[in-house]
């Protein structure tokens, strides 16, 4: 069996280099207000083109 690993590990280095301390409480806020305005400008609001949601656009599609 053979391994492309490193025989030593070297602090710092790879993926560990990029991993950073942080609240969970701040990540999941942080996260969850993301993810809301993200809804909000994708589904929630109507497109200034045709005043249509997505979803009554789907409708109407499925209609014809």
Same mark, same amino acid.
């Given at each position: 069996?053979?391994?492309? !690993? $490193?025989?030593?590990? #070297? $602090?710092?280095?790879? +993926?560990?280099? #990029?991993? %950073?301390?942080?609240? +969970?409480?701040?990540?999941?806020?942080?996260?969850? +207000?993301?993810?809301? @305005?993200?809804?909000?400008?994708?589904? !929630? =609001?109507?497109?200034?083109?045709?005043? =249509? %949601?997505?979803?009554?656009?789907?409708? =109407?599609?499925? @209609?014809?």
């Amino acid at each position: 069996m053979s391994s492309d !690993a $490193p025989d030593s590990f #070297e $602090p710092g280095a790879g +993926i560990a280099a #990029e991993v %950073k301390n942080a609240r +969970i409480e701040d990540e999941m806020e942080q996260s969850y +207000i993301d993810y809301a @305005m993200s809804v909000i400008a994708g589904r !929630a =609001l109507p497109d200034v083109r045709d005043g =249509l %949601k997505p979803v009554h656009r789907r409708i =109407l599609y499925a @209609m014809q």
